[in-house]
């Protein structure tokens, strides 16, 4: 990674991900 900057930008954008896909993933394994 070039700067911290850029390393706390990626952070933040993998929280996101992660909380947009965590409801999702819950009704998989629910259903599964």
Known sequence: VASLYEAS???CEGETV???ARPSL???LEQG
């Open 9 to 11: 930008q990626l952070a």
């Open 18 to 20: 992660l909380e947009e």
């Open 26 to 28: 819950q009704s998989i």
